[in-house]
């Protein structure tokens, strides 16, 4: 017997920062909305990627899912009207919207949801959460109903489906979505400048279009945070999205033109160390890295203060969060020792590599002068956002160390896969995710879930840094803003103009 569920929430989020040029002004009229934006995606596809700046663009604007996540972590119907669950919750039936169109006039139903979550699950798929798509079976009822069977339960799933990895994709259009996306949505891709900026113009065949007021909605990419600056206060932007103006905020706080939002994220900002390299291999020396770290004074440089210090993969307010910064507390005399007891000779010298984001940068900066104090030479090796996906993130692991903000939700499970970017390969670990995943007690999984934040704590998988919480500046007019960000979104068919 199956339950009818139409609700479901959680939270989570964070952010990840490009380059600039100029496009058109800001505020050219009540239907256009200029937004800034840190970094420039990679592509518009966000089956094929992880950075976040490609959802930032392309998620609930061209492309759409099954369910929709709200600011207040929520989970809404968007291209399913409703949906039911078994008991077990390992079976989900829903039932789709009729009428929908993709922009290019093919249909949306059931075989689309089939074709997009088999490609996801496919051998070849680049898809940052294929494991939540190998679990699922995806069978077709008729054209509008659809059911997912998972090989194990994922309490998380409908919030898994309205992520920017579970999109409903064109099958006769999905091999060119990266550089001309063909989506749902209510807007479709105008222009892209590359370097400069994309526009994104509202579709007028969507089901809703009436109720859409912005028309055109021009993305500008500004990756220095005196350049946002410059570009709000000018009046070049009327939105940047966590914007790395800490230091400016009293100009903002102080403007009445502006409104400030400080979105609260689910996104943690680490030092990732490759475990697969010596001397990193050995967890005494990544515990003395942890101990050689103060997670406070990193906060200050990095944040001006506005985060929580994090001692796992794991944030306050998402379920099962327990507190583990003393397992890996500020101790420079305990690093030195470490490092002894593992035979390391300082100086030992490591290559640390960071990404264009601020936080990354100044963070870094810090961090060596940090490490230098237990006998640990990192050196910065200052690196374009590209590079760092291909080779840092990507096959080629190209690091000792890095500063990085994950600002996906549901992200605990990488931590079983030793083909990650970190290389942390524990059969322990993976046992422990299953049995949470396979966990129907929303007790007894706290429970293992605050048994794996210890773990991954213990073995110092990585420095883990802070919980960060990131101004969003607006012109005051500009209505239908996120008050928080349970997932990193620009949902232009809610904004509009006072």
């Known amino acids: 017997m199956l339950k009818r569920r139409t609700l479901m929430g959680t939270a989570m989020a964070a952010a990840i920062p490009g380059a600039f040029l100029p496009l058109a002004s800001a505020q050219t009229g009540k239907n256009m909305l200029t937004i800034g934006m840190p970094l420039e995606p990679p592509g518009l596809d966000p089956t094929t990627g992880a950075a976040s700046a490609i959802a930032e663009i392309a998620q609930y604007n061209i492309f759409e899912t099954l369910t929709k996540v709200n600011a207040d972590g929520s989970v809404t ?8 669950s078994s008991p077990d919750m ?81 099958p006769k259009t999905v091999e060119t979505n990266a550089t001309k996306p063909v989506g749902t949505g209510p807007y479709r891709l105008e222009s892209w400048a590359k370097g400069s900026g994309i526009v994104l113009a509202k579709w007028d065949g969507w089901r809703h279009a009436e109720a859409v007021q912005i028309r055109k909605a021009s993305f500008r990419f500004i990756s220095e945070p005196a350049a946002q600056t410059t570009a709000l206060l000018s009046d070049d932007v009327d939105l940047f999205p966590h914007a790395s103006v800490s230091r400016s905020l009293p100009q903002f706080q102080n403007d009445k033109r502006f409104q400030i939002v400080f979105n609260a994220s689910r996104g943690k900002t680490i030092l990732a160390i490759n475990n697969k390299r010596k001397p990193l291999d050995d967890v005494r020396v990544r515990r003395a890295i942890a101990a050689a770290i103060d997670r406070k004074a990193v906060i200050e440089a ?71 104090k237990v006998g640990i030479v990192a050196k910065i ?55 949470i995943q396979n966990e129907e007690n929303k007790k007894r999984r706290a429970d293992l879930l605050a048994e794996a934040q210890k773990q991954l704590a213990t073995d110092a998988v990585n420095g883990f840094l802070f919980q960060a919480v990131f101004p969003t500046i607006a012109r005051k007019e500009v209505k239908g803003l996120w008050a928080s960000m349970p997932i990193v979104v620009n949902d232009l068919a809610a904004i509009s103009w006072s």
Do not use: C
């Open 381 to 435: 090796q200052n690196v374009e956002w590209a590079q760092w996906l291909s080779g840092t993130f990507g096959g080629a692991h190209d690091f000792d160390l890095t500063m990085v903000a994950h600002v996906e939700p549901f992200d605990l499970v990488n931590y079983t896969k030793p083909e990650y970017y970190w290389g942390y390969d524990s059969k322990s670990f993976r046992d422990l995710f299953a049995a």
């Open 77 to 84: 119907p968007m291209l399913a009207e409703n949906w039911s």
């Open 90 to 170: 390992k079976t989900f039936v829903f039932r789709l919207r009729k009428g929908v169109r993709f922009e290019n006039g093919q249909p949306f139903n059931a075989a689309t949801v089939k074709f997009s979550f088999d490609r996801a699950a496919a051998a070849n798929s680049t898809n940052k959460d294929k494991r939540t798509f190998t679990n699922i079976a995806t069978q077709v009822v008729d054209d509008y109903t659809v059911v997912l069977i998972t090989k194990e339960i994922e309490p998380d799933l409908l919030f898994l489906l309205g992520q920017a990895s579970a999109i409903l994709v064109e």
């Open 302 to 372: 990095t944040v001006d203060g506005r985060g929580i210090p994090i001692g796992s993969h794991y944030v306050p307010g998402a379920p099962g969060y327990i507190d583990t910064t003393g397992i890996n507390a500020y101790d420079v005399e305990k690093a030195k020792k470490l490092l002894a007891e593992a035979g390391v000779k300082t100086p030992l010298e490591l290559d640390f590599v960071l990404p264009p984001p601020p936080y990354a940068r100044q963070g870094g900066e810090l961090i060596a002068a940090q490490l230098a």
